[in-house]
């Protein structure tokens, strides 16, 4: 091989290196975005999670149950 093909290599090297680099580091970004929203989508379900519970062993009233049965609707007969 002659200097300059070992130039060339060399150099087809060094940008192939420098392609790889640039498209980690956009990985990387893209992964850390995508971990901010796993870790948000984790806190919403969470969150869901304790609101059932504490709805299921609270027994918190639910308001439209309690109104239906105190007000009574207008054209039903009460029995």
């Given at each position: 091989m002659?200097?300059?093909k070992k130039i060339i290599v060399l150099s087809e090297l060094i940008e192939?290196?420098?392609r790889k680099e640039q498209e980690l580091e956009f990985y990387q970004e893209q992964?850390?975005?995508?971990?901010r929203k796993i870790a948000n989508l984790q806190k919403?379900?969470?969150?869901?999670?304790?609101?059932i519970d504490i709805i299921e062993t609270d027994n918190v009233?639910?308001?439209?149950?309690?109104v239906e049965k105190t007000i009574p609707i207008i054209g039903?007969?009460?029995e």
């Amino acid at each position: 091989m002659t200097n300059e093909k070992k130039i060339i290599v060399l150099s087809e090297l060094i940008e192939n290196k420098l392609r790889k680099e640039q498209e980690l580091e956009f990985y990387q970004e893209q992964l850390a975005a995508i971990q901010r929203k796993i870790a948000n989508l984790q806190k919403d379900v969470d969150l869901t999670k304790l609101i059932i519970d504490i709805i299921e062993t609270d027994n918190v009233i639910d308001i439209k149950e309690k109104v239906e049965k105190t007000i009574p609707i207008i054209g039903e007969k009460n029995e």
